[in-house]
């Protein structure tokens, strides 16, 4: 079946560079995506969401673009900090009439190094 | 504000044990989705239910799982009985459902390892 899926499985950054983390998606009919972070030993926290009728979005330090043409998600983290080391996971809500779940991709491990 | 609240944090049981899973969600949130997560397959949601009624449990393993949702504060899952691969991560989350945006909240976890 389609699903989401990440390019990158670890991603090591410079503490204070810019952090990338890539996300591919298959369905088409998707129509809303979000950004979690989890990390050691919690629960996955809500970073920033984006709305299919969009291709930007921006939040504190971090902004998500989405590239339908390619079906092609990123989360911009500016200024990395230590704090952002974490694993994250983009989400998708397959639009079907009734449903609201989300489908995870396997996830990206961003590390920061001091 | 409170977050989704799971409980226990940690469980160990032994194999053919029954286990119970409790979720409070957000006060408010009229979705709750139990996931459970693995390092071999990740976040994978097993069911979720929308205004206290199962909506999808397509993700539920098979028999020996069930979840209900008596009222709109509390949520359980249950295992019985429990077999080693069992052993995860379960996550509870919590949305409000409006129109496409459904951000959901997760739970803290229960690590459940079955000996």
């Known amino acids: 079946g389609e699903s989401v899926g990440l390019h990158l499985p670890t991603l090591s950054v410079q503490e204070g560079d810019n952090s990338i983390i890539n996300c591919a998606y298959s369905n088409s009919a998707s129509d809303y995506f979000i950004w979690y972070k989890q990390e050691s030993g919690k629960g996955p926290q809500f970073i920033i969401d984006i709305r299919s009728n969009m291709d930007k979005r921006q939040g504190q330090r971090v902004t998500v673009l989405l590239n339908k043409t390619v079906k092609h998600l990123s989360l911009q983290i500016a200024a990395t900090q230590p704090g952002d080391s974490a694993v994250y996971f983009c989400a998708e809500n397959i639009k079907d009439t009734g449903r609201r779940a989300l489908t995870f991709g396997s996830g990206t491990r961003l590390q920061v190094q001091p | 504000d409170a977050g989704v609240i799971q409980s226990p944090r940690h469980e160990v049981t032994e194999m053919g044990q029954e286990v119970t899973l409790r979720c409070k969600p957000i006060s408010g949130h009229n979705s709750l989705f139990w996931y459970r997560q693995t390092m071999m397959r990740g976040l994978e949601l097993l069911i979720y239910?929308?205004?206290?009624?199962?909506?999808?449990d397509s993700g539920m393993p098979e028999d020996r799982f069930s979840a209900k949702m008596p009222n709109a504060s509390f949520s359980t899952l249950k295992i019985q009985p429990s077999e080693p691969r069992d052993s995860a991560v379960y996550f509870c989350a919590s949305s409000f459902t409006g129109q496409s945006t459904d951000t959901q909240y997760f739970g803290p976890g229960t690590r459940l390892t079955v000996l």
């Open positions: 239910f929308n205004n206290n009624v199962p909506i999808d």
